[in-house]
Nanobody
Framework: QVQLVESGGGLVQAGGSLRLSCVASGRSFSSYAMGWFRQAPGREREFVAAINWSGGVTNYADSVKGRFTISRDNAKNTVYLQMNSLKLEDTAVYYC????????????????WGQGTQVTVSS
């Protein structure tokens, strides 16, 4: 397993941008697919985005496609989520996730979770 620590959440106005970061501990970061999930109050945790081990393949939920970008820097053991054109409905706790393959993350199979970072979008 890998330990994950998110940062970068906060309060932003609708239409604004935020960048989330997730730093992983361990020597095998580059072998993991990484992803982001989110959970809004009263709702189930949902998939947001995933990236494969090399960064060459990305997948997004339809609700964020075209607005969010997932990327990774294997030299820094870090995965990012750039969020643009934020909407009120993007308000949630965002969780970093790791597993052996992107398709597993897309299907909600997660080996390691971060502790979450709050993103609040205001009008």
């Amino acid at each position: 397993q890998v330990q994950l620590v998110e940062s970068g959440g906060g309060l932003v106005q609708a239409g604004g941008s935020l960048r989330l970061s997730c730093v992983a501990s361990g020597r095998s970061f580059s072998s993991y697919a990484m992803g982001w999930f989110r959970q809004a109050p009263g709702r189930e945790r949902e998939f947001v985005a995933a990236i494969n081990w090399s960064g060459g393949v990305t997948n997004y939920a339809d609700s964020v496609k075209g607005r969010f970008t997932i990327s990774r820097d294997n030299a820094k053991n870090t995965v990012y989520l750039q969020m643009n054109s934020l909407k009120l409905e993007d308000t949630a706790v965002y969780y970093c996730a790791a597993d052996t393959a992107s398709y597993r993350l897309r299907n909600g199979v997660v080996g390691s979770w971060g502790q979450g970072t709050q993103v609040t979008v205001s009008s």
